[in-house]
């Protein structure tokens, strides 16, 4: 089965800036579509931060375009988020999405859609 892990999060006061990761794993990946971010604030919808494609199109929210970068590792299933001028409002628990992985197992290939992480704090406070 996929899993997808997040690390990176943590507290970090305004201004600061933090690099959060997140793995897939669990079984021998052949090919994942686009990787992103998420985030959900207390109280509040979850929300898109950035997507990457396989190839390296990116695309962010409005209010995440300048301070943060998303990028990818392909050889190692993993995508990575680096978070510049972080501000309280960016307090959230950040979720790594992979929305179509193709995996091997035993002798046939297999899709699993909408791959969702467990989460990673970020708390931005002085």
């Known amino acids: 089965q996929v899993q997808l892990v997040e690390s990176g999060g943590g507290l970090v006061q305004p201004g600061g800036s933090l690099r959060l990761s997140c793995a897939a794993s669990?079984?021998?990946?052949?090919?994942?579509?686009?990787m992103g971010w998420h985030r959900q604030a207390p109280g509040k919808q979850r929300e898109l931060v950035a997507v990457?494609?396989?190839?390296?199109?990116?695309n962010y929210a409005d209010s995440m375009e300048g301070r943060f970068t998303i990028s990818r590792d392909n050889a190692k299933n993993t995508v990575y988020l680096q978070m510049n001028s972080l501000k309280p409002e960016d307090t959230a628990v950040y979720y790594c999405n992979a929305d179509r992985v193709i995996y091997y197992s035993g002798s046939s290939y297999y899709t699993k859609l909408d791959n969702w992480g467990q989460g990673t704090q970020v708390t931005v406070s002085s």
């Open positions: 669990g079984t021998t990946i052949v090919k994942i579509n686009n």
């Open positions: 990457i494609g396989s190839g390296g199109t990116t």
